[in-house]
């Protein structure tokens, strides 16, 4: 009877796995869809999504920050360790590692790549990020395939420091660099056989402003469990359209595979015809962007009802996220009061208390209203100002016109203005001559780390005061907190600084938090491993492990 059982499940396991996925099926090729084409293939200097989406798939890190997980894991790195101080890091290379063309890639190209981004006459955006206590990382070779990366001070991020950073080819870049042409190297017009690197692809063919075929590079590092070569696709195709309509019109005419990063207007059209074109919807929920309404906090700053922190809660209390989240994002975005979102899991610190009616917050800051409910501060001038908007971005538009109706309501007359990107960030960054204006950023990565340039006084990032000082007392209360989260290396002390942080923007409300928009990707049946993350590239992170799925 025993026997006879044990049969029985053996035939039902072998039924099941019968009509199971292989796992990682080898061939076949993928059609991603993209707004626009990249820029080049010079990793260095790549700040454009379309060009990091690219590089991203020609090049290797030592380690990298797994998308699911939101934890190192290692790449070309073997192994690494953090000194007990928090001082070294020792990173172990991979053996046998190759390039794309067959060259051993050694310790030479890591300290290569590293003296590349910390040369200033290079001007890498990284350079900034690769320094500590304001002092950049030493780095020297520790033996044979050994790093060691000295800091000047602690790093409670610790080896997150190094992600990310694509290893550099020395003996097809180093004369480019050393004959100052290093910013031109590898342009868009660049030939496919002179593009070199450690990732799972390689350059093909480029027709551009068409498309771009990347192809399986065989000496690519990685393996599977089971011992099997990555990546499992043959090719990767890049298609180009302007605009999201164009997007997923292509990828309903069966033109594409794969589109990501659209709204919730497109999920919805995609969603009445999924079906009958085969296609695989995800809603990954929130992701790390966050839109935001800016006031201008600098010292230039016209308007003195921003520097008053009722006002700012007023107006926070006013504006109605959730119809923001339903019409302007169908329903595909979550509302929130902070600049941390869900997304980033345990560094999260909850939703902020509420802050009260904002009638009620007004009156108690001495505004008050005309004989027809205009809003007056407490000298008695009507309380009015200009909202900019990207003028090319119909979320933000619609965003903007919700919030003028809610000011609307409160007796505030906050005009919005559409302007062209550019010259909407000039006015922001460089000129600092605005009122308000509605924009987004996107954290680089969960830990706390991401956001020091976006909220502390030194941070270029710092939108709402690109001074550079702490001018007012919660403003030196960040800087000393996040001194703090980044100093020490125990992640309950600062999980807890970092919460801390969060309620003091919440309160102060320098940039009224909005929505943050949900991942939304799009792909055809039988395209398996497709798992959009939040971190780095937000749906090509792990294209080495695409596959089709075959009867």
């Known amino acids: 009877m025993q026997m006879r059982s044990a049969r029985l499940c053996r035939g039902l396991l072998l039924s099941v796995l019968a009509v199971l996925p292989v796992w990682g099926q080898s061939g076949g090729r993928v059609v991603v869809v993209q707004r626009s084409e990249p820029r080049g293939f010079q990793p260095v200097y790549a700040v454009d999504e379309p060009s990091r989406a690219v590089i991203g798939l020609l090049h290797a890190p030592l380690l990298r920050i797994h998308s699911e997980t939101q934890e190192t894991e290692a790449a070309l790195a073997e192994s690494w ?12 290379l991979r053996r ?7 060259t051993p890639l050694t310790v030479d190209d ?50 997150r420091l190094l992600a990310g950073i694509a290893i550099l080819p020395k003996h097809r870049m180093q004369a480019a660099y050393r004959e100052g042409r290093f910013r031109t190297f590898w342009g868009l017009g660049t030939k496919p056989e002179e593009l070199v690197g450690a990732g799972p692809f390689r350059v093909k063919t480029v027709e551009p402003g068409q498309r771009m075929v990347l192809e399986r590079n065989p000496r690519y590092w990685k393996r599977d469990k089971a011992g099997k070569t990555m990546p499992y696709l043959d090719e990767m195709e890049f298609v180009f359209a302007a605009g999201e309509d164009a ?5 309903l005419a069966g033109e594409a595979d794969l589109a990501a990063g659209f709204g919730g207007g497109s999920y919805r059209a995609i969603e009445a015809n999924r079906e009958r074109r085969g ?14 309404l800016l006031f201008n906090l600098n010292p230039e700053s016209k308007r003195e009802w921003f520097g008053q922190t009722a006002f700012r809660q007023a107006v926070s209390a006013a504006v109605d996220r959730e119809s ?6 169908r329903g595909r975005a979550s509302a929130i009061r902070g600049p941390v979102t869900p997304a980033r899991q345990k560094w999260f610190a909850g939703p902020p208390p509420p802050f009260g009616k904002p009638r009620e917050i007004l009156t108690s800051a001495g505004y008050r209203w005309d004989t027809e409910g205009r809003l007056l501060d407490p000298k008695g001038a009507t309380v009015s100002f200009t909202l900019l908007v990207n003028a090319a971005n119909p979320a933000y538009t619609h965003t903007g016109a919700i919030i003028e109706e809610d000011l609307k309501k409160l007796g505030i007359a906050a005009q919005v203005v559409p302007m062209e990107f550019r010259s909407l960030v000039d006015r922001v960054v460089n000129r600092k001559d605005f009122d308000a204006a509605i924009m987004a950023l996107r954290p680089g990565d969960v830990d706390p780390a991401a956001d020091v340039n976006a909220w502390v006084s030194a941070g270029k990032t710092r939108l709402w005061n690109l001074s550079g000082k702490a001018i007012r007392p919660w403003e030196t209360e960040i800087d000393e907190k996040m001194r703090a989260v980044m100093a020490t290396r125990d992640q309950a002390v600062r999980r807890r600084l970092f919460h801390e942080v969060q ?35 937000l749906v090509l992170w792990n294209a080495d492990e695409w596959y089709w799925r075959r009867p």
């Open 503 to 537: 309620r003091i923007l919440e309160r102060e409300a320098p940039m009224v938090c909005l929505v943050s928009p949900n991942l939304l990707v799009a792909s055809r049946m039988g395209l398996e491993n497709v798992r959009p993350g939040v971190i780095g590239d």
């Open 96 to 102: 046998g590692v190759q390039f794309s063309d067959g």
């Open 110 to 159: 890591v300290l290569f790549t590293f003296a590349v981004h910390q040369d200033p006459a290079v001007a890498s955006p990284q350079r900034e990020v690769l320094q500590v206590g304001g002092k950049p990382l030493a780095v020297s070779a520790a033996g044979a395939g050994a790093i060691k990366f000295q800091m000047a001070e602690p790093y409670a991020a610790g080896e």
């Open 81 to 92: 360790k953090v000194s007990p101080d928090g001082l070294v890091i020792t990173v172990a």
């Open 247 to 251: 997007q997923v019109a292509r990828l």
């Open 324 to 329: 923001i989240a339903r019409l302007v994002y």
């Open 279 to 292: 296609i695989r919807l995800t809603d990954a929920g929130p992701s790390l962007d966050y839109t935001f």
